[in-house]
């Protein structure tokens, strides 16, 4: 039997093309007929297991090739390590690369990185820990995913070890590494070693400048970050969509509007003045700016607005405390063909508990209802707590009572809720109805009746 041909497909449908060959295949190595190429069918398996984090597909594969003798290379222990690591099976992933019988630096790598993409960065900095242990010389790959480590934990020390033991390899003067280097000086808030490597640069990409820019922004060193972007600029490094991305956030959160409003102007100079993201970004920068007449500016220019553009303008006026402008905008909102998501109903709701107003706060519930968020608990509990907090206690039972499934959090706010308003024999009754549908209290419901003042509803609870 010979080996099914696998071509790429386009991407829509390469997940389902994946899934189908993937099954057709297994099928093939349980056939008893003898086939053709196992170790090119190893490899392609292999490969449709990490890219479905399909573990249980990869188990199979990996136990069909000890069965059958297939004494892996180098390349399919590579693959094994990287199903594994990449499906978070770590202990698996630890397992192959331990029975692999001549390790070398790019064996580690996939294991080093799944840990970094899952944030388990100290989990990557004792594995490289290990490979160092082993006497194996780290390659660049992994270089770089332990700088990110050391930079996300905000360690120097160990980012400093690393440096000098890049230095000692001669990866210092690599791109990639020296990019690294930067992201994790500043990380660590180490703006002197970031210069040094930054000055030290002899080639500079889009993402070099992008780094220190950020750096010098996010430490308040706003002039110096815009003479580096104008020189950016001018040594024809053109800015990525990202980089602008990443310097208006910057800006939106530490409220520096010069800088926000020159970025703003070469924006529209290269191209992206209408690309939604940015717009976006820019409206929310101008909010936190204080300047929102030039955030309301740019959402009504845009010519098309999805629901990162209208939560956007939401989001300014409600950090602005500007309610009715928000409210009108929502009754806009509610005319556009676009569906409002989790954060549309977070700030809409922050609106309402502002107001104290119950019949919005109706209002805006039956909204979300229609808009297909009937069954999702977190916008029912945000809605539950809405009615808490604007004092429609009647309200907030009705919605509470209709719940097919209520757990301890429900119970403790609805409680606290009857608490707030002094309505303790309420409170009580919730109390035992709780144990009766076999949910346990805990510290907060405890504490909650604890604090209410009532020496009748903690007796009867006690």
């Not at 290990?130 to 194996?136: A, N, T």
Request: charged share 25%; with cysteine; proline share 2%.
């Amino acid at each position: 039997m010979r080996l099914l041909e696998l071509h790429p497909t386009s991407t829509r449908h390469r997940r389902n093309y994946t899934e189908i060959r993937l099954a057709q295949i297994i099928r093939l190595l349980r056939s008893p007929e003898p086939w053709t190429d196992k170790e090119t069918t190893y490899i392609r398996l292999l490969h449709y297991c990490t890219s479905l984090k399909a573990i249980a597909e990869g188990k199979q594969v990996h136990s069909h090739m000890v069965k059958h003798g297939l004494e892996p290379n180098r390349y399919i222990w590579f693959l094994l390590i990287s199903m594994y690591a990449n499906c978070g099976s770590f202990l698996e992933a630890h397992y192959a690369l331990k029975s692999m019988p001549s390790k070398t630096s790019d064996a580690w790598t996939p294991l080093i990185a799944s840990y970094n993409q899952k944030k388990l960065y100290d989990e990557a900095l004792n594995t490289f820990y290990m490979m160092i242990h082993d006497l194996i010389i780290a390659e660049e790959g992994v270089i770089v995913h332990v700088l990110n480590a050391s930079g996300n934990l905000d360690d120097l020390k160990v980012g400093m070890l690393i440096h000098h033991y890049a230095i000692s390899y001669g990866h210092e003067l690599t791109l990639s590494v020296q990019n690294s280097l930067l992201e994790m000086y500043c990380k660590c808030h180490c703006m002197q070693f970031a210069e040094r490597i930054f000055t030290g640069m002899v080639k500079r990409n889009e993402a070099s400048w992008t780094l220190i820019i950020m750096g010098y922004v996010d430490h308040g060193l706003n002039r110096p970050a815009m003479f580096l972007f104008e020189q950016m600029l001018q040594s024809r490094v053109a800015p990525s969509k990202l980089t602008f991305v990443s310097l208006l956030r910057s800006c939106a959160h530490l409220g520096v509007l010069e800088i926000g409003r020159r970025i703003h102007r070469h924006i529209k100079s290269v191209g992206f003045g209408s690309d939604i993201l940015l717009n976006s970004i820019l409206i929310t920068m101008y909010a936190r700016c204080g300047d929102v007449k030039e955030a309301r500016t740019v959402f009504d220019r845009l010519p098309r607005k999805d629901i990162t553009s209208w939560n956007a303008i939401l989001g300014a006026y409600v950090h602005n405390s500007l309610i009715k402008d928000a409210l009108k905008i929502f009754d806009r909102l509610k005319c556009e063909v676009v569906n409002p998501d989790i954060v549309t109903v977070s700030m809409m709701i922050a609106m309402c508990v502002k107001l104290k107003d119950v019949e919005k706060s109706k209002e805006v519930h039956v909204y979300f209802m229609k808009k297909g968020f009937k069954g999702n608990r977190a916008v029912l509990n945000l809605v539950l707590d809405m009615y808490i907090k604007c004092g429609a206690i009647e309200e907030a039972r009705q919605l509470f009572d209709s719940r097919h499934k209520r757990d301890t959090s429900n119970f403790n706010r609805m409680i606290m809720g009857y608490i707030e308003s002094d309505r303790y024999e309420e409170a009580c009754g919730l109390f035992h109805r709780m144990q009766g549908e076999g949910i346990e209290p805990n510290r907060d419901t405890f504490t909650a009746i604890r604090n209410s003042g009532s020496i009748t509803l903690w007796q009867e609870v006690s």
